[in-house]
């Protein structure tokens, strides 16, 4: 299964966790768990980091980063509101 397949299905089962990191800048610019999974679900992803993992999705103004394992568990790292 390819990694965008992985990361909407756990946005859809809800079956992701959301670091430490993600709540406070989630917090801080007012992103709520629902935006985050829409962006997961709907979003593009723009940037890959394969060394990590790692995969930024675009939605909106809306940008979460999220790093896929082997055994298929998402964590999102960060989420926040795109910045110009």
């Not at 992103?31 to 930024?56: F, L, P």
Request: with cysteine; aromatic share 4%.
């Amino acid at each position: 299964m390819n990694p965008r397949d992985i990361i909407r299905e756990a946005a859809i089962e809800e079956a992701y966790e959301l670091t430490s990191h993600c709540l406070e800048e989630m917090d801080k610019d007012g992103i709520s768990a629902g935006q985050v999974e829409w962006v997961m679900q709907h979003g593009k992803i723009c940037k890959t980091d394969r060394r990590r993992n790692r995969y930024t999705l675009k939605g909106g103004d809306l940008m979460v980063c999220v790093e896929v394992l082997f055994n298929k568990q998402v964590t999102v790292i960060t989420a926040g509101r795109e910045r110009r």
